[in-house]
């Protein structure tokens, strides 16, 4: 029951944040670190990606595929990594710090959580779950 409710937090919040890449992706050019090339599809891409992903770990007719999202969705959270570690550089290099050590620091230490959190709420690991064999 409680994987079922986070499997569909989870995809709401994926959800949610490709509507937003989609609709406004100013905010996270803004972010994108300097070498990944074309930013502009990037961001766009990873909405879109976010939207399938949500879409995927939600259906209810194919254990495969909502397995296949979970784990584009860890791989998503992974590859996007560097524009978090990005925001945390540019924001502590403001004089008001913008958004502060209270929201980088979690959301650093977050990062594998949201990984393994897809992977057990699509049913691709039952870690650390599991019983124990005797």
């Known amino acids: 029951m409680i994987r079922n409710v986070l499997r569909f937090i989870l995809a709401g919040?994926?959800?949610?944040?490709?509507?937003?890449?989609?609709?406004?992706?100013?905010?996270?050019?803004?972010?994108?670190?300097?070498?990944?090339?074309?930013?502009?599809?990037?961001?766009?891409?990873?909405?879109?990606?976010?939207?399938?992903?949500?879409?995927?770990?939600?259906?209810?007719?194919?254990?495969?595929?909502?397995?296949?999202?979970?784990?584009?969705?860890?791989?998503?959270?992974?590859?996007v990594f560097p524009a978090n570690i990005n925001h945390f550089i540019l924001d502590m290099a403001k004089p008001d710090h913008g958004l502060g050590l209270g929201y980088h620091v979690p959301r650093m230490f977050a990062q594998p959580l949201v990984v393994w959190l897809a992977l057990w709420v699509g049913g691709v690991t039952d870690w650390p779950f599991r019983a124990r064999p005797r």
């Open 13 to 79: 919040f994926y959800f949610i944040a490709g509507v937003i890449h989609v609709a406004n992706p100013a905010p996270f050019l803004t972010i994108m670190p300097g070498w990944v090339p074309f930013p502009d599809d990037v961001v766009m891409l990873t909405g879109i990606a976010e939207l399938l992903g949500a879409i995927g770990l939600v259906q209810g007719f194919s254990l495969p595929l909502r397995r296949a999202a979970a784990i584009g969705l860890a791989l998503y959270a992974i590859c």
